[in-house]
């Protein structure tokens, strides 16, 4: 069992015999399942599950979180793991749901742009579907995730300066709820005042609340024209400053994404891009008819030239454009190249974009203050940027230097204005901002919200609201 005492063995015992008694071989035991299941990202101790169910469909979710009710056994969904803040740790054990099995796209509905999937569908497979139609998924977190996991976790992504986020692509959920009943959210029409916003309380709970398992998804049409543009600066601050100015003035870009030299530097080495220097750049994509794109980069280039920037360098082919992007989405394993055997921690902090070159500023120097090596990278259309914090794992002065670092970024982010976190989310790794953030009085609206929907409290303990277990 992965839970650490023998009570708890106990405890998990009748759970684990009647999901058996259940489920058959869809339930696996095995030690190197349970931990694949409970791994997190430069954390020690978060947990592994005491059993994991291979789930095929709703009833299968729905049949195996009644029987956990019935027992207090804690549940924890899980996608395609690629989670950042420790969402999928089992402190507690329990039954981790892997949802990876329900992978189909149930509806295509072309006419209305919208579809209907499992939770299990990654963003990359729902693009393989809908590219006959002439149709696309925009959002774009870098991961092959799952949208099930996209939308408990609230994502975005490098599209979603044009596009949004899960919220606003979402119409829709079906979801488990603790006591194991199906209920449906939100629909197909594109606006409703009937009731209360259930589709946006689910989204982002990220397991705490319910299970969601299927999703009605808004999706687009493929843009006439698509381009790519790299453009390289002197420096870090004009950089940002540019990209304040373009988002001022409402230029439509579909992404824009600033490496600053370190990451940069990383990503030269990692994907062989010898064609540019180790400087903080901008990755820029224009979406729209021909005539759209040649306005929208006749607009950037005048912009960033006004900051000092080099010339735009363009990929308009789909293959240029897919190894830019690419590069861009290899950053986590360029960044840890850096540094061999290293871990990582990822920040997630977001401010409004006018605070954006003073909160990456602040960020940069508690990070040299630190000594860690951490390089920075941005979906800073939206204000939202990251440091991946690498630290010796076999050191522990080093993991809390690292810990100490993302909260002192979180407040920063908070203090002006901002979030802890644009698009990964809670877990466990980000409890203590909540507060900062949001207030106590907010706290404990939420604590209620959760011990409403979840009383016995097994849905995803521990996570998302501190305070709570």
């Known amino acids: ?80 793991g690629s989670s950042l803040e420790g969402q999928l740790a089992a402190p507690q054990g329990g039954l981790s749901i892997d949802l990876t099995g329900m992978n189909r796209v149930l509806e295509v509905n072309a006419g209305d742009l919208d579809v209907r999937v499992e939770a299990g569908v990654t963003r990359e497979a729902l693009n393989a579907e809908l590219k006959s139609h002439g149709l696309f998924f925009p ?20 599209n979603a300066v044009r596009y949004g986020t899960m919220r606003e692509v979402t119409l829709g959920l079906t979801v488990v709820t603790a006591t194991g009943e199906v209920i449906r959210t939100g629909g197909r029409a594109r606006k409703s005042a009937a009731g209360y916003d259930l589709t946006r309380l689910f989204i982002g709970s990220e397991g705490t609340l319910g299970i969601i398992t299927e999703l009605s998804l808004r999706v687009f049409g493929v843009p006439e024209e698509i381009a790519s543009a790299v453009v390289q600066f002197d420096a870090l601050e004009p950089a940002v400053e540019a990209v304040m100015l373009l988002m001022q003035m409402a230029v439509p870009l579909a992404r824009i994404e600033l490496l600053d030299e370190v990451q940069m530097g990383a ?70 190249a850096l540094r061999p055997g290293a871990e990582a921690f990822a920040t997630d902090a977001c401010v409004p974009i006018s605070r954006l070159a003073e909160a990456v500023a602040a960020a940069k120097g508690k990070a040299l203050d630190s000594g860690l090596v951490a390089p920075l990278v941005g979906h800073v259309g939206d204000g939202n940027f990251h440091m991946l914090l690498l630290f010796d794992p076999a050191s522990p002065e080093e993991r809390e230097r690292a810990h100490a670092l993302s909260h002192e ?25 909540m507060e900062a953030e949001h207030g106590a009085p907010a706290l404990g609206v939420m604590a209620q919200v959760k011990r409403a929907l979840d009383p016995l409290g097994i849905l995803n303990p521990g996570k998302t609201v501190p305070g709570l277990v």
């Open 139 to 158: 959002l774009d977190p870098g991961a092959n995730a799952t949208l099930g996991g996209m939308a408990a976790t609230r994502a975005s992504g490098t």
């Open 409 to 433: 970024i979180a407040a920063i982010a908070i203090g002006l204005g901002g979030t802890a976190t644009g698009e990964h989310g809670i877990g466990l790794h980000k409890l203590s901002s």
């Open 1 to 80: 069992m992965a839970t650490a005492s023998l009570s708890q063995e106990i405890t998990a015992a009748p759970a684990v015999a009647a999901l058996r008694t259940r489920f058959g071989d869809k339930l696996q035991t095995g030690a190197a399942i349970r931990s694949q299941h409970g791994a997190i990202e430069g954390m020690v101790g978060g947990g592994d599950p005491d059993a994991v169910l291979f789930a095929a469909s709703t009833e299968d979710v729905a049949a195996a979180v009644a029987i956990c009710a019935e027992h207090r056994f804690p549940v924890i969904p899980h996608g395609a």
């Open 267 to 336: 990503c030269i080495a990692y994907s062989n891009l010898a064609e540019f220097a180790a400087r903080p750049t901008l990755f820029i994509e224009f979406h729209g008819s021909p005539a759209a794109v040649a306005d929208q980069i006749e607009t950037v280039r005048t912009i960033v030239a006004e900051f000092g920037a080099g010339e735009l360098q363009f990929a308009t082919r789909t293959e240029d454009r897919t190894r830019l992007w690419t590069a861009r989405h290899n950053a986590w394993f360029a960044a840890k």
